[in-house]
């Protein structure tokens, strides 16, 4: 039982670049979320998830897109990087909306 | 919209002491979760306490409890016996379908 996994760790982008960040976990939770944490912040809330196929906005969602086409995995994808995206990116799943959130270990992300 | 605030952006205890955190938040809901989680140096988020709106009663686990008064809208932690270990960033969380989080309290534990 893994829990929840995040690749890649670390990743540096040119201003303009895609990539898809890549999440899964392995504990049949509907939910998951994707958060951003900035330096000296707490996390804010991205895209999340209430179930295979079902994608709702969080507080900062410009300039990301997610899919969820299996209960197991919500990717997440920057389409056209900006310096602004700067941050370490947590995924996390819970099995309801009261549950406790289970996070992945983070990736740290620059875009210059 | 719901808002968190912990207001001590830094705090310091010595080993062995009690510490409390503080956390106010602000929502016009009746049903929700307040959590407090940590985030050592390597980043993960673990949770450390729970509490569900609805229970009078506060939260305990072991060294960790909260003082939780739904009417002021405030949710602080208290850290008992501190050790070395407890030294993190502690945020501070509400959910209802959404987690917002606080913006942090880093934790200082001096031997």
């Known amino acids: 039982n893994a829990g929840v996994t995040q690749t890649p760790k670390f990743r540096i982008l040119k201003i303009g670049q895609s990539m898809t960040l890549q999440c899964t976990q392995d504990m049949n939770h509907n939910y998951m979320y994707w958060y951003r944490q900035d330096p000296g912040m707490g996390l804010k809330l991205i895209y999340y998830?209430?179930?295979?196929?079902?994608?709702d906005k969080g507080e900062v969602p410009n300039g990301y897109n997610v899919s969820r086409s299996t209960t197991e995995d919500f990717p997440l994808r920057l389409e056209l990087a900006a310096p602004s995206q700067t941050s370490v990116y947590f995924c996390a799943s819970s099995y309801s909306q009261g549950h406790e959130q289970y996070f992945g270990p983070g990736t740290r992300l620059t875009v210059t | 919209a719901q808002t968190v605030t912990q207001s001590q952006p830094e705090m310091s205890v010595q080993e062995a002491e009690t510490v409390t955190l503080s956390c106010t938040y602000d929502t016009s809901e009746s049903d929700y979760y307040l959590f407090w989680y940590k985030q050592p140096p390597s980043r993960q988020m673990i949770l450390v306490i729970r509490?569900?709106?609805?229970?009078?009663q506060n939260a305990t686990e072991n060294r960790f409890s909260v003082n939780f008064q739904k009417a002021a809208k405030s949710f602080s932690l208290k850290i008992s016996d501190s050790q070395l270990g407890d030294a993190a960033m502690y945020f501070c969380a509400y959910r209802s379908l959404k987690l917002v989080f606080g913006k942090g309290t880093k934790l200082t534990v001096n031997p």
């Open positions: 509490q569900e709106a609805y229970k009078q």
């Open positions: 998830s209430v179930g295979a196929g079902i994608t």
